[in-house]
């Protein structure tokens, strides 16, 4: 008897072009958890017919729901691709190649038009997602043994399958023949530099910031399943409509300064000061950089829990730029449009 274990896992994915059709898996994404699961509405008949007992339930409409997680890391490409960064792209909208720099670019879109085949190996069979979008993203890292992780959630899909459904097109064989020959080094916050200041000047190395955790997390405000009957751009009624964004996007970052030394982002919040930040991850010759072009402080706290010492915690909202700061751009001096911009240099030799 088959048993699913989680190490025997793998998580493979394939760039689709028509929503709805699955395609392919052609890369590994570095996962250590998930939750993934096809949810059928219930549909329960409530007449009344002198009886305390409930009458019967089918099945109605079919959506996907759940989250995975995992490590980041500098994308690597001996053999098959394994890596983070398709990830960035379903989950902020768009990218473009900096051939110049030598590195990848992914920032905001207005819709978020990707979707991808999703395919969990489960040893008693492969679970592939069909048409999956991303509805929210977080960026973590720490100092220590837990690292820096990714985060996926609010995933939309069409449809969920398992190896002898109808219409699947991946089986185990598919992910597990799938071979990267290298291990992909782990981005870590030991290898960073995170700096901080108003909008007045450049960054420079004196808005420096020692920090020992950070957060970055992006919510689309993804639509909710949603259903009609058939029509010409819909055909199928047992499946959720392709899902899109359903409001503002959130945006927010958070670090924790480990020792309270100083009133400045108090003094930030005071004085309603627009500002600027990036976190940048270096390792031999790959990159990995956070670039915040407008933020502004929510919540500074520095509460005493003890005699230890103090710990300094810090919430911004990270805005649209608009224009509005011109010092903070990409490497090839483009604008950063929006919220967030995000540049990769790794072993990927063109945007995901």
Not at 11 to 39: C, H, M, Q, R, W
Not at 45 to 55: M, N, Q, T, V, W
Not at 114 to 143: C, D, P, R
């Amino acid at each position: 008897m088959t048993i699913g274990k989680g190490f025997a896992s793998r998580l493979a994915l394939g760039v689709e072009s028509t929503y709805g059709t699955p395609v392919a898996i052609t890369e590994l994404i570095p996962f250590t958890s998930e939750s993934v699961n096809k949810l059928i509405e219930a549909i329960e008949s409530k007449y009344l017919d002198g009886s305390a007992a409930r009458k019967n339930i089918v099945n109605g409409a079919i959506s996907v729901d759940g989250d995975f997680s995992g490590e980041l890391v500098y994308d690597e490409i001996a053999g098959d691709i394994i890596g983070i960064e398709r990830l960035l792209k379903g989950a902020l909208g768009d990218s473009a190649r900096d051939a110049g720099n030598g590195l990848n670019k992914y920032y905001m879109a207005t819709e978020l038009d990707n979707h991808y085949t999703l395919v969990f190996n489960k040893q008693v069979s492969a679970w592939e997602g069909a048409s999956i979008k991303f509805g929210t993203l977080t960026l973590a890292g720490a100092m220590g043994e837990d690292g820096c992780t990714f985060s996926i959630g609010n995933l939309r899909g069409h449809t969920l399958r398992r190896t002898g459904d109808a219409g699947i097109i991946n089986n185990i064989a598919a992910v597990t023949g799938l071979s990267p020959t290298n291990i992909p080094s782990l981005i870590k916050l030991k290898d960073a530099t995170f700096r901080v200041a108003d909008q007045a000047n450049a960054l420079a190395s004196g808005d420096q910031v020692c920090i020992n955790s950070f957060e970055l997390s992006v919510d689309n405000s993804i639509s909710d399943p949603e259903y009609s009957t058939v029509c010409s751009g819909h055909t199928d009624s047992d499946y959720a409509l392709e899902a899109g964004r359903n409001g503002l996007r959130v945006c927010k970052f958070k670090i924790t300064i480990p020792r309270y030394d100083a009133d400045t982002f108090f003094d930030f919040q005071s004085a309603d000061t627009a500002l600027q930040a990036d976190l940048k991850f270096a390792l031999g010759s790959y990159e990995f950089n956070i670039l915040l072009p407008y933020l502004k402080v929510t919540a500074p706290t520095a509460p005493i829990g003890g005699p230890e010492m103090i710990t300094h915690e810090v919430e911004f909202d990270v805005l649209r730029n608009g224009g509005r700061n011109t010092y903070l751009t990409f490497q090839d001096s483009t604008a950063i449009a929006d919220e967030i911009g995000i540049e990769c240099k790794s072993a990927r030799t063109s945007a995901a």
